[in-house]
């Protein structure tokens, strides 16, 4: 039976919160992992007792929910249900006796956005449109980091991306892709004409799978991926941030500053009711502000203030 893996890491003291914040949401199960052990071989999970925690001071949670679940709404709700914790950390995997990775990607199709923009499986044939001389291709195998193209905010961050490359502002730009996953939404931006892009995300794996998209791509020259702590400070004539509202209200000093006087940034990651606040924590920076709907999803677009 397949299954949707979150793993966190936490203090001893923090153990109690997070697991009652997993309960909460729905975890069907939960295990702790000393976070200093050996985990080249097997990982010795501990269970404990009712009442009972670890001795640990630093361990790796682990909770399983049904394989059907969907990441984003699990991190909305557990941010809701607790916000004083660190959730920015949190890595997903689909767990399942065979080759999980494979077989998604057996039946994941490609998919269109907007004009021109598709998204096709590295090992699929190009559809009926795809094959147009101005089409923007991305081959894509996005490993375990977040970005397919199928969830709400990635789809709603594409179709802008589209509609800016109609419109000529994407053209020999530089592009900042915050938050950038699997790199799909950085690599549609090279696609669709940018002349360079950033890629930033706290995730190791997620840099490792942006590397290798953009070399199945052929863009490798064109793309650079940094933690954010190793991100070079710069300003960026078009910015998109695809995280969740609570960290987008937390960065937007920081992304603010990102963006050049007169650029354009998309946010996405919010869900439908938390886009007011999102709206005015970034109207003192941004005009033309507006927020767009697709499904439970929305995505907030601006205009930086000269």
């Keep these: 039976m397949p299954f949707l893996e979150l793993t966190l890491r936490c203090s001893e003291a923090e153990q109690p919160r997070y697991e009652a914040a997993l309960d909460d949401v729905g975890a069907l199960a939960v295990t702790m992992l000393d976070a200093d052990a050996d985990t080249s071989n097997e990982h010795a999970i501990l269970e404990p007792g009712v009442g009972e ?3 640990w001071q630093s361990m790796v949670l ?3 929910f049904p394989h059907d679940a969907d990441a984003l709404v699990l991190l909305a709700a557990l941010e809701s249900f607790d916000p004083g914790l660190e959730w920015t950390q949190v890595r997903f995997r689909q767990v ?3 080759d999980w990775e ?8 490609p998919l269109q956005f907007g004009r021109r923009t598709w998204i096709v499986p590295w090992n699929h044939d190009l559809p009926d449109g795809a094959d147009a001389a101005d089409a923007a291709v991305v081959r894509l195998d996005p490993g375990l980091a977040f970005g397919s193209g199928t969830h709400p905010t990635t789809a709603l961050c594409l179709g802008w991306l589209d509609g800016l490359a109609d419109e000529g502002e994407l053209d020999g730009r530089r592009v900042l892709d915050f938050g950038c996953g699997s790199g799909i939404l950085a690599l549609a931006a090279l696609k669709l004409g940018a002349a360079h892009a950033v890629g930033v995300d706290n995730d190791p794996q997620a840099l490792l799978a942006t590397d290798d998209n953009a070399q199945r791509n052929g863009v490798a020259e064109r793309i650079q991926v940094h933690l954010p702590q ?6 960026y004539p078009v910015v998109v941030a695809n995280i969740l509202a609570s960290a987008l209200i937390a960065l937007a000093d920081t992304l603010a500053a990102r963006v050049a006087p007169g650029g354009r940034i998309a946010l996405s990651g919010i869900l439908a009711g938390q886009e007011d606040e999102v709206l005015a924590r970034y109207a003192a920076d941004f005009e033309q502000l507006r927020a767009d709907r697709l499904e439970d999803w929305m995505r907030v677009t601006g205009v930086r203030r000269r």
């Design 102 to 109: 494979r077989a998604w990607m057996d039946q994941y199709v």
């Design 53 to 55: 925690i670890p001795l």
């Design 62 to 64: 682990s909770a399983l």
């Design 230 to 235: 190793d991100e070079p400070l710069a300003q």
């Design 96 to 98: 399942e006796d065979q």
